[in-house]
């Protein structure tokens, strides 16, 4: 078995596990955790210790055994909720995710176990106050130095005979008692646990007293062979199922069995968990190996919470059952899926769009309209399989935004101030790609906002604001973009400061220009910073511009906007997926280029009359827009002088531009496939992407091609 | 031994007693004295089984369809003054915290029955 995938599933987990926890102790800094939030915590340390255990992980085993001691006393209430507890376990979180995603790499440090056991330490009064006793177990953590050898699944062994008998449903007609033969076990061995499954129906018509509904999954100790056991149900077992697994089965045979058996799997593995015949960590081995037989990943935080599933055990019902039942039902109806899959369905599909695409352009040269009506309707049924599995990998931003309570919450103390933080706009959907490349960028400018965009509490008192300053992240979708905005109420940049500093630099010369925009983007320069000192928090050299970097590499930009003395705000424009574009096809020359859609607000015929007598500038409804060609750009070989010309005018942002191409070909949906490395570097192009016909186009990268003509504008206007 | 069933009626429900062998032929004829249990909506009915002699899997089976259909009917069901043979049954198959009821042990049966498993409340 290929545990790397498991332990992937294992960190993904983890990390979901511990980012919970995260959010659940810092709500406990303003309000008492209720039972359910203790209950959540600790059901998150345990499954991670189980899964741990299950490799072998013996740091993140023992530090999560004491944390979750201390969590039992919490959620029992023999350990009383105590507002220093909060620091206590979020050091206890920070130190359990350095120790799940480090052991998966065999590098956990002598340093950081110490450090490790310091926290236990102060763990201990409380847990002290609870029951005298702290678990010896912690003072042997010791560092693993290298990986430890993953246990394979099939060293593990049950611990005895598991006997799995469904007598048949007209075994009563036969004449035949199934507990006698169950009795008779008792006499070459002991039945160590015993579980009766039922499939009885509570419809009194559906229910026949003489047929058999009753199963039994019986743990079973003896000395006698497999043989000797078996023969017990001689009688009834031609007639029956019946399943003997002799100690030390696997638990590939467990999955084997469980696949025979009428029950669910998750029930069965449960079920077998209660007679004894697996542990809790055995049972998410079995999980996990059923996971694998299964072309979907069974998440084990659902896992987790199957102690009591749904399913036709025996138990006593209590009032809350049905609804138990509900929220399982509830659960499993999500399921994980490795994202490479989805890139790979998602990279087909695009494919699949463009062959289509070509289809259809081929139909349509022909004349037959069933031939041309079937294509559209082809054309219709895979363009909304196109958005199923575009949405397959958007993931609401929110849970990004989560993670920086924490950073601003630990910043404020650090850095002496109150900083509350808001966040708006959670459900706003973005692709789980660029989610993921944003961690970086947004933090550095959620620590650039705390450091020196927001002033002391003494500070804010004197300019007359509140003590507590606001830093806030929102999101929202505009024009086929994602927006996110971080906005603070601090001190504002002041421009002047940067463009001294700039000048200082030797970036610029001459009088500052009157946009402001023109000043902030400086921030971006590599080297400046406007802090008036280097702190633990920032200032050190990284600075934004590799913020920009990171957002550019996404096909995004980042705008500033600041008032001083009341605030700054930064704002990131990006795509809302990096797979596929409706785009415009347009041609200049004997090339064709993709404009992406969303952009794109009409598109006008452009004539040297109506060109505006100011240079590069467009009349368009009392406005002037500037305008490129974009022959000027990609020279093409055709040379044809009389060739009617088209403006297509574009939207960035909130501002106007023009294009001005040849030929406009229509709309054209389009799968991005990334430039080569070579490319990295060609400003103006966001990617390309084959055509139906086999040519190639290139994606139109409005922004940075505007960027780059206001570049060589004002280098124009220098010389 | 023929089944025998009694039934006394109270303001809260019924008492019912069985007696004899509650196995297969018991069973078989059950639907024909189910009249009482399928118009007892909130109500209790206690099910006396110390004159139980043998039970069966056909009879612990009736046993559990009854406590099934009077949840999902809305009556209370209770066994009580379990006999030796049922309690045997009940031990074995692990079934004591299924039906939730109180069980009494003679000093003398003590020996017969374990309640090694399937007697914790919640499992």
Not at chain 1, 482 to 494: A, L, P
Not at chain 1, 695 to 705: E, F, G, W
Request: contains cysteine; hydrophobic residues 35%; charged residues 25%.
């Amino acid at each position: 078995m290929d545990l790397t995938e498991v332990i992937d599933a294992y960190l993904v987990e983890s990390d979901e596990f511990l980012r919970d926890m995260e959010a659940i102790l810092l709500r406990t800094e303003v309000s008492t955790p209720s039972d359910d939030d203790l209950n959540a915590i600790f059901r998150a340390v345990h499954t991670i210790k189980g899964t741990a255990g299950m490799f072998g992980f013996e740091s993140t085993v023992k530090f999560t055994h004491v944390v979750e001691n201390l969590l039992d006393g919490l959620r029992s209430h023999n350990i009383p909720f105590q507002q220093e507890l909060t620091e206590i376990l979020l050091h206890a979180k920070d130190h359990l995710s350095y120790l799940v995603f480090e052991e998966t790499k065999g590098k956990i440090t002598e340093e950081k176990i110490s450090f490790g056991n310091s926290i236990l330490e102060k763990m201990k009064p409380f847990l002290k106050e609870s029951n005298g006793e702290v678990p010896t177990k912690t003072q042997e953590i010791t560092p693993s130095t290298e990986s430890k050898p993953t246990k394979s699944n099939s060293s593990f062994g049950i611990p005895g005979y598991l006997i799995s008998f469904r007598p048949n449903r007209n075994v009563f007609s036969q004449g035949l008692d199934p507990i006698s033969f169950i009795g008779y076990l008792k006499k070459i061995g002991t039945i160590r646990s015993l579980k009766t499954v039922s499939e009885i129906t509570n419809n009194l018509n559906e229910f026949d007293p003489e047929n058999c509904y009753l199963g039994f999954e019986i743990h079973f100790d003896s000395n006698y062979d497999l043989e000797t056991v078996r023969k017990v149900f001689n009688f009834i077992e031609s007639d029956s199922f019946l399943h003997i697994l002799p100690p030390g089965a696997g638990i590939e045979d467990l999955c084997n069995l469980s696949g025979q058996l009428p029950e669910e799997e998750i029930l069965l593995g449960n079920l077998w968990k209660e007679i004894g015949i697996l542990t809790d960590i055995s049972l998410i081995t079995y999980l996990e190996e059923l996971k694998t037989l299964k072309t979907g990943i069974v998440s084990t935080a659902n896992l987790s919470n199957v102690t009591s599933p749904p399913g036709s055990t025996l138990e006593p019902t209590q009032g809350n059952t049905a609804n138990q039942s509900a929220k399982d039902t509830s659960k499993s109806s999500t399921i994980k899926v490795d994202s490479k899959r989805i890139d790979n369905l998602i990279n087909r599909v695009g494919e699949l769009v463009v062959s289509c695409a070509n289809m259809n352009q081929l139909i349509g040269n022909m004349d037959d309209s069933n031939l041309q009506e079937s294509s559209i309707l082809v054309m219709r049924l895979l363009n909304e399989v196109r958005e199923i599995s575009l949405k397959l990998r958007m993931v609401p931003i929110g849970d990004s935004f989560q993670k920086y309570t924490r950073t601003v919450r630990d910043l404020g103390k650090e850095l002496g101030k109150d900083i509350r933080l808001i966040t708006e706009g959670n459900e706003t959907e973005l692709d789980r790609n660029i989610v993921d490349k944003l961690g970086d960028p947004l933090t550095h400018l959620v620590r650039n906002a705390c450091d020196h965009g927001l002033e002391t509490p003494e500070e804010r008192e004197k300019k007359g604001k509140t003590k507590q300053g606001t830093i806030k992240l929102n999101a929202y979708h505009e024009a086929g973009s994602v927006v996110i905005e971080i906005t603070d109420d601090g001190n504002g940049i002041q421009k002047e400061k940067v463009w001294q500093k700039a000048i200082d630099k030797g970036l610029v010369s001459g009088p500052m220009p009157d946009s402001e925009e023109e000043v902030f983007q400086l921030l971006f320069h590599p080297g400046l910073s406007t802090a008036s000192q280097i702190t633990n928090v920032s200032g050190r050299g990284v600075g934004l511009d590799v913020v920009l970097q990171n957002i550019e590499s996404l096909r995004g930009n980042i705008t500033v906007k600041s008032t001083p003395g009341k605030g700054s705000a930064f704002i990131l424009r990006l795509p809302l997926t990096l797979a596929i574009i409706d785009g415009f096809l347009v041609e200049v020359g004997n090339n064709q280029f993709i404009i992406p859609m969303d952009m794109v607000l009409e598109c006008l015929h452009f004539t040297e009359e109506n060109r505006a007598e100011t240079n590069q500038f467009f009349p368009l409804r009392g406005s002037l827009i500037p305008y490129l060609r974009l022959r000027d750009y990609y020279p093409s070989e055709s040379n044809d002088k009389n060739l009617r010309e088209n403006i297509v005018i574009v939207r960035n942002g909130e501002k106007k531009a023009g294009i001005v191409v040849e030929r406009l070909l229509g709309e054209y949906q389009t799968v991005i496939k990334p430039m080569g490395s070579v490319f990295r570097h060609v400003k103006g192009v966001s990617g390309s992407s084959i055509l139906g016909s086999g040519n190639v186009a290139l994606i139109i990268d409005i922004p940075s091609l505007f960027e780059r003509t206001i570049a060589l504008e004002n280098e124009r206007l220098n010389q | 031994m023929e089944p025998v069933q009694t039934l006394r009626e109270s303001n809260s429900g019924f008492e019912i007693i069985w007696q004899g062998y509650l196995t297969v032929p018991f069973v078989k004829e059950w639907k024909n004295l189910s009249d009482v249990w399928t118009n007892t909506k909130g109500k209790i009915i206690h099910l006396d089984l110390q004159g139980i002699e043998r039970i069966d899997t056909a009879g612990i089976q009736l046993l559990v369809y009854l406590k099934e259909f009077s949840q999902s009917n809305h009556y209370s069901f209770h066994l009580k003054n379990h006999s030796l043979a049922v309690l045997k049954v009940l031990d074995l198959l692990g079934l004591v915290s299924f039906f939730g009821d109180r069980v009494k042990v003679k000093k003398e049966h003590s020996n017969e029955v374990e309640f090694k498993y399937g007697t914790r409340k919640f499992s």
